[in-house]
């Protein structure tokens, strides 16, 4: 993408007000007393409609504990939690499950597709526990636009790693979700199909208008979001707007090296 596109489109997808996802104060501690840990400490952050963040930090830093609050999979010790307006906190477990089914879709490190089932039932598999029987149009639409026309019945052995991930990412799109969470979505692929990769999450946001957030340790990965987000010890320790590989890895520099001081 060329810096002119690029800055145009962020131009139109940052300038909204309205809020994806939000974070109020929100605290999530691990342990009992005496053998405690504060994944996070009393972060408060919004997520615009159709923009694409990209979260990162030291290890340890809480980023996982962030994706896990946010997209509702893990609910935090104190602080409130917003997928639009609807409160997170204020839910069972049943409706919280369902609200993940209708609104939010998930990508992951390692693809976790059914070995036994083909691609398209893989992709099928969201609509089906929702309780739709899926149209096979739908679901063979989807691989096709992310250039698996071909693969619709191969189970998951008969394909590459970025074949599988991009299986996994019509999986999280079949739904039409409001929000895409993806922890290290290119963190099994080479570098050239993590590029990929990441190439077709920034379309889902320039051509759907949905919302990305992101957990990565790579700065080439986090350039194609619009802004990245550093956490340190469980807190907000900055952001980039319209970030670039080596403006990222000189943030992650002086926040691994002041993690290190830390811990002395």
Do not use: W
């Not at 499950?97 to 597709?113: A, D, E, S, W, Y």
């Not at 893989?122 to 691989?143: H, I, Q």
């Not at 999986?171 to 590029?195: C, M």
């Not at 051509?207 to 790579?218: A, L, R, S």
């Amino acid at each position: 993408m060329t810096g002119a596109r690029r800055s145009a489109t962020l131009m139109s997808v940052t300038t909204t007000s309205e809020q994806a996802v939000r974070l109020h104060d929100v605290r999530r501690v691990y342990g009992s007393k005496g053998a405690t840990v504060n994944a996070l400490d009393g972060v408060s952050i919004d997520f615009g409609v159709g923009t694409f963040t990209a979260v990162m930090g030291p290890s340890g830093s809480g980023k996982s504990t962030l994706l896990q609050c946010a997209a509702g999979l893990d609910r935090p010790t104190s602080g409130d939690v917003f997928i639009g307006t609807t409160r997170l906190n204020d839910l069972s477990e049943t409706k919280l499950t369902l609200l993940r089914r209708q609104k939010i879709g998930f990508v992951f490190q390692q693809f976790n597709l059914l070995p036994s089932l083909t691609a398209e039932l893989n992709v099928a598999l969201p609509l089906m526990l929702a309780g739709r029987r899926p149209k096979r149009s739908e679901t063979r639409g989807v691989l096709a636009s992310l250039g698996l026309g071909e693969r619709t019945k191969h189970r998951p052995s008969e394909m590459s790693g970025g074949q599988q991930q991009r299986v996994a990412i019509a999986r999280a799109l079949i739904t039409k979700p409001e929000v895409l969470f993806a922890d290290e979505p290119t963190g099994a692929l080479d570098s050239t199909t993590g590029r990929e990769i990441l190439v077709l999450l920034r379309s889902v946001v320039d051509k759907h208008g949905q919302t990305v957030i992101m957990v990565t340790h790579d700065p080439v990965a986090a350039s194609f979001a619009d802004r990245v987000v550093f956490l340190s010890d469980g807190r907000l320790a900055g952001e980039l707007q319209n970030p670039t590989p080596q403006a990222v890895a000189e943030r992650m520099t002086l926040l691994e090296v002041a993690s290190i001081g830390t811990t002395k």
